[in-house]
């Protein structure tokens, strides 16, 4: 086992973040996959892997990355990337299946849906769709089919956490009669590391679960005992379609509408498991299958932990890689607006950087709540993603992740930090927040870009040129302001704490202090 090369596609994403480390630890030699490389280069285990830049609907750069490799885990899927995301599923399959043919790789490893025996919605549709042409595609293909993924940073987990967290009484769609057999992300990862030593004879779907039947409803109410939150009133009505249900799903929680309707059509499927034939080619995850409420407890843990590896807006991503970027000292993209400041601040360099790297999420921006609230509001309104992604982790950020409704483009620690917008606008946003000097002082440095498009773009611009002042002023002012009272804080407890320990030091007994020599 030990060498063999196993090449990981999304590894920016949900699972493909997750498994490259459990490839890692079990002793493979990994490539990822990706078509920026850069997204991939702040996370844990990036010094420890090959990188490959590609796009699967690139036949050539999907042939050089697959070159020498054993095993090749498909994990691509553009669920939430519009309407033509089945045409992109199917285009990017057949490329890489014809790819990995010609490359002469042993196997393909593809995580699915369950597909059950009655009308698929769109999604599942298109996931089925994948299978079967990675199946016929002349490579050995174990195509793993799950239902919804209980883990901490999943779409399906963070949708049922915050429809149960946030309402006591709902009214709900039909869809939370059907039944469903969750399984927790541990044994995915499980079953996606051991299918790599499957032999070349197997080639076949298999259906993972985890042990447990459940309706939506029966985990809304486990969910909110595990949380230790009140019984929670579920009342079904039938005349929410999926269209409305997805409006109430990205109204109430993180998950964007776009991402919502995919994930609430498939709810009206019933996914249970038809067979455990897995269980003959791949022995069980140790401890045996995890069980639903033991998925909570440990999604939960990790949420409260601050300890989230991966979440799901970590692979969706608005815009085109030709989009133009807003780097100096040219910048050669048309028309560009600029709202430039700098603040000093009386605070050294490293606090600072602190409060700059943990903006966003439960700390908010720094000026004018309200008026960031409407915006993330009306964001959602429209189709967008809103504020409520909030971070993955409350203190540091990886290039490609996101934070509320911009994601990080560039991190220099402690001195640049750039976040590009992924609200709806008629134009390309960037913030910039870095640190520099003025006057021959520590300072806040930030600058504001929109690249408009078309009259709407620049009519955007300047009718909300007059607020600038009290929202990215404000912000400046504000981060500069908050680095001087974190230090300020700091240094006064660790003031208290050495007259603490010089009061004891001078008021212990001399027996006492010749026992803490000793020890």
């Avoid at 603040?343 to 600072?352: I, R, S, T, W």
Wanted: aromatic content about 8%; charged content about 25%; overall charge neutral.
């Amino acid at each position: 086992m030990t060498g063999r090369l196993c090449l990981v596609t999304g590894a920016s994403g949900y699972i493909g973040g997750r498994l490259v480390p459990k490839l890692l630890d079990a002793g493979y030699r990994v490539r990822c996959m990706a078509r920026s490389a850069q997204r991939l280069r702040d996370h844990p285990w990036a010094g420890r892997v090959e990188i490959a830049e590609a796009d699967a609907t690139d036949p050539d750069a999907t042939l050089r990355a697959l070159e020498g490799v054993d095993v090749a885990y498909y994990l691509i899927h553009a669920i939430g990337g519009g309407g033509g995301f089945a045409d992109t599923d199917r285009e990017a399959a057949r490329t890489f299946a014809g790819s990995a043919r010609e490359a002469g790789v042993g196997r393909l490893v593809y995580l699915g849906g369950m597909v059950p025996d009655q009308q698929l919605s769109p999604h599942l549709r298109s996931r089925a769709e994948v299978g079967e042409i990675l199946l016929a595609g002349g490579v050995p293909t174990a195509w793993l089919r799950a239902a919804v993924i209980i883990g901490s940073g999943s779409a399906s987990f963070e949708m049922l956490r915050y429809l149960t967290e946030r309402l006591p009484v709902m009214v709900t769609p039909r869809w939370v009669h059907t039944r469903i057999q969750p399984i927790a992300i541990r044994d995915v990862l499980h079953y996606l590391t051991a299918c790599a030593e499957l032999p070349a004879e197997v080639s076949r779907a298999f259906d993972i679960a985890g042990p447990d039947v459940l309706t939506y409803e029966d985990m809304m109410r486990r969910y909110a005992a595990v949380a230790g939150l009140r019984p929670r009133v579920i009342v079904p009505v039938p005349v929410l379609s999926p269209r409305l249900s997805s409006l109430w799903v990205g109204g109430i929680t993180p998950v964007p509408g776009g991402l919502a309707r995919p994930l609430v059509e498939s709810l009206r499927n019933e996914v249970v498991a038809a067979e455990n034939d897995i269980a003959g080619h791949v022995a069980p995850p140790p401890g045996g299958p995890t069980g639903f409420e033991r998925s909570v407890e440990l999604a939960l843990r990790r949420i409260r932990e601050a300890d989230v590896a991966t979440r799901w807006s970590s692979a969706a991503v608005r815009g085109a890689p030709s989009d133009p970027l807003p780097t100096d000292p040219d910048w050669a993209g048309g028309s560009l607006y600029v709202d430039e400041r700098s603040c000093p601040a009386d605070a050294a360099p490293g606090p600072l950087w602190d409060v700059i790297e943990g903006i966003g999420g439960d700390r908010g921006w720094y000026s004018f709540p309200i008026a960031w609230r409407v915006r993330g509001v009306l964001d959602r309104l429209v189709g967008g993603v809103g504020l409520r992604r909030g971070r993955r982790d409350p203190h540091r950020l990886r290039v490609g992740e996101t934070v509320d409704f911009w994601r990080v483009e560039e991190i220099e620690p402690g001195r640049l930090l750039r976040l590009r917008a992924e609200m709806r606008l008629p134009g390309l946003a960037w913030l910039e927040l870095g640190i520099g000097e003025v006057d021959g002082r520590t300072a806040v440095t930030q600058r504001a870009l929109f690249h408009p498009r078309g009259l709407a773009g620049h009519a955007y611009w300047w009718a909300f040129r007059p607020f600038h002042e009290v929202i990215f002023g404000g912000m400046c002012r504000s981060i500069a302001r908050t680095a001087y009272e974190n230090a300020a804080r700091e240094n006064a407890a660790r003031e208290k704490a050495a007259q603490e320990n010089a009061v004891r030091s001078k008021t212990a007994r001399p027996d006492d202090r010749g026992e803490r020599d000793l020890g």
